[in-house]
């Protein structure tokens, strides 16, 4: 009993195992994308407009053909005295009272001219269905941003916190230099207390580090859709060097071009002025081609009426016009004439703002570039700084003070390195998702 129990424990735990494991994942930038895009629920619910979009063109076009409909009725008429007439030769009547009525009737209706009515409905919904696919694309392009946004905070975090932990391995190392030197009579006792309150210090810069990417990792899993329990390890190579710029002109042509805002806002500006089109089809009268078939009980086209079920059918053109409506048409054209020179002033408003959001990423990600080039340069030169620095209070030719010093400027020199590093990256992303380009 005890071998089986045994058994079974061991069973539970091996399945018990990946379910932790899931709980602990690597990703990179495009594989963080790729989950963020079919995680995201705001990607699922534009899906669905694009459905409801392309349904409305459906819907509206189905109005420009025929329509079958049935109708069927029951009536229970009450008991009357029969059409009779008087003759030398006794009384007669004419119609039966039949208190039964059935009606089967069979209706076809094919608009003939509407006044471009229908086919301006039609060309509405079709501009605003091509409005909402531009629109998911937006939204496909926000998410993207922001999940490189995200992803590059947990890996500056990382890194931010690794060189922390870098920091106070080094004042570790130097607390044990002061000890010695204390030891010998080379270093007094503030000089060794300084150290560890430096120590101290480095430690609560520790615990913040930790609590960063414990904050950036969160953020991230609730972007890409994923248990916020989760853990994630980026494991993103970062290429040696920058990329180069292109012109600032050039870039603004590829946001005009490229931004699906402004081929949404484009779409609905067509939309507007076709609406100036589907107004003024009320000047014009609708002209229906209608046709019905109807089997009846009684069947009042026949005579005599009899009770019994017979057939008959009509074919008709009918022909409707507002002679008046106190200029309600008129109305309705001014009002979709302002709405198509708000939509046009809507595109120009959108337009001027995506120059100046692509200008203003532009001078950042130049700035980021070349922060990027110093702080490279910078962290270099504080390294070699700190290892002539360590070994000179190891010989004692350095002063503790001094020595304090070095570390601190070399922990703010790789803290601002991280941080142009990301400032790099994010800005490079913004200036993407300014310029509509569809990279990952």
């Given at each position: 009993m005890?071998?089986?129990?045994?058994?079974?424990?061991?069973?539970?735990i091996?399945?018990?195992?990946p379910?932790?494991?899931?709980?602990?994942v690597?990703?990179t930038l495009?594989?963080?994308?790729q989950?963020?895009l079919?995680?995201?629920?705001?990607?699922?619910?534009?899906?669905?407009?694009?459905?409801?979009?392309?349904?409305?063109?459906?819907?509206?076009?189905s109005?420009?053909?025929?329509?079958?409909?049935?109708?069927?009725t029951?009536?229970?008429?009450?008991?009357?005295?029969?059409?009779?007439?008087?003759?030398?030769?006794?009384d007669?009547?004419?119609?039966?009272?039949?208190?039964?009525?059935?009606?089967?009737?069979?209706?076809l209706?094919q608009?003939i001219?509407?006044?471009?009515?229908l086919?301006?409905?039609?060309d509405?919904?079709?501009?605003?269905?091509?409005a909402?696919?531009?629109?998911?694309s937006?939204?496909?392009?926000a998410?993207?941003?922001?999940?490189k946004?995200?992803?590059?905070?947990?890996?500056?975090a990382?890194?931010?916190?690794?060189?922390?932990?870098?920091?106070?391995e080094?004042?570790?190392?130097?607390?044990?230099?002061?000890?010695?030197?204390?030891n010998?009579?080379?270093?007094?006792?503030?000089?060794?207390?300084?150290v560890?309150?430096?120590?101290?210090?480095?430690?609560l810069?520790?615990?913040?580090a930790?609590?960063?990417?414990?904050?950036a990792?969160?953020?991230?899993?609730?972007?890409?859709?994923?248990?916020?329990?989760?853990?994630?390890?980026?494991?993103e190579?970062?290429?040696?060097?920058?990329n180069?710029?292109?012109?600032?002109d050039a870039?603004?042509?590829?946001?005009?071009?490229?931004?699906?805002?402004?081929?949404?806002?484009s779409?609905?500006?067509?939309?507007?002025?076709?609406g100036?089109?589907?107004?003024?089809?009320?000047?014009?009268?609708?002209?229906?081609?209608?046709?019905?078939?109807?089997?009846?009980?009684?069947?009042?086209?026949?005579f005599?009426?009899?009770?019994?079920?017979?057939?008959?059918?009509?074919?008709?053109?009918?022909?409707?016009?507002?002679l008046?409506?106190w200029?309600?048409?008129?109305?309705?054209?001014?009002?979709?004439?302002?709405?198509?020179?708000?939509?046009?002033?809507?595109?120009?408003?959108?337009?001027?703002?995506?120059?100046?959001?692509v200008?203003?990423n532009?001078l950042?990600?130049?700035?980021?570039?070349?922060?990027?080039?110093?702080?490279?340069?910078?962290?270099?030169?504080?390294?070699?700084n700190?290892?002539?620095?360590?070994?000179l209070?190891k010989q004692?030719?350095?002063?503790?003070s001094?020595?304090?010093?070095?570390?601190?400027a070399?922990?703010?020199?790789?803290?601002?390195?991280?941080?142009?590093?990301?400032?790099?990256?994010?800005?490079k992303?913004?200036?993407?998702?300014?310029?509509?380009?569809?990279?990952?």
């Open positions: 005890a071998k089986l129990a045994e058994k079974i424990i061991l069973i539970i091996l399945l018990s195992i379910a932790f494991a899931q709980d602990k690597t990703l495009e594989e963080s994308i989950t963020g079919q995680n995201s629920r705001r990607i699922n619910s534009s899906k669905m407009k694009i459905q409801s979009a392309d349904a409305k063109v459906r819907e509206i076009n109005s420009r053909l025929p329509s079958l409909s049935l109708n069927a029951y009536t229970r008429l009450s008991n009357i005295d029969p059409f009779s007439i008087s003759t030398p030769f006794g007669f009547d004419l119609t039966q009272n039949i208190n039964n009525n059935y009606n089967f009737k069979l209706s209706q608009p001219f509407t006044g471009f009515k086919k301006s409905a039609y509405i919904a079709e501009y605003n269905s091509m909402v696919k531009e629109e998911y937006q939204t496909e392009q998410l993207i941003l922001d999940i946004t995200a992803y590059w905070n947990l890996y500056k990382n890194k931010i916190k690794k060189v922390v932990d870098e920091n106070v080094q004042i570790k190392a130097h607390v044990k230099d002061a000890e010695n030197l204390f010998q009579g080379l270093a007094t006792n503030s000089d060794l207390l300084k560890k309150v430096q120590l101290a210090e480095a430690q810069r520790q615990i913040d930790q609590n960063a990417v414990k904050l990792m969160t953020n991230l899993c609730n972007i890409i859709e994923l248990s916020l329990t989760t853990e994630i390890e980026v494991s190579n970062l290429p040696k060097g920058t180069e710029i292109d012109s600032l870039l603004k042509t590829m946001a005009w071009n490229n931004r699906p805002e402004l081929k949404a806002m779409y609905r500006v067509k939309a507007s002025e076709t100036i089109d589907l107004a003024q089809s009320g000047w014009f009268p609708q002209i229906y081609l209608v046709g019905n078939y109807n089997y009846s009980n009684p069947n009042n086209r026949y005599p009426v009899e009770q019994k079920f017979k057939d008959s059918w009509d074919v008709s053109v009918s022909l409707s016009f507002d008046w409506n200029n309600k048409t008129g109305n309705q054209t001014t009002q979709a004439e302002a709405d198509f020179e708000q939509a046009k002033d809507g595109y120009k408003i959108l337009k001027d703002a995506v120059t100046l959001q200008t203003q532009y950042n990600l130049e700035q980021a570039k070349e922060k990027l080039v110093v702080s490279q340069t910078s962290v270099e030169q504080a390294e070699e700190y290892r002539v620095a360590s070994e209070f004692g030719l350095m002063t503790n001094d020595l304090l010093d070095v570390e601190v070399l922990l703010q020199t790789k803290t601002n390195n991280v941080q142009t590093i990301v400032d790099y990256e994010i800005a992303a913004n200036l993407e998702r300014a310029t509509g380009e569809k990279t990952l």
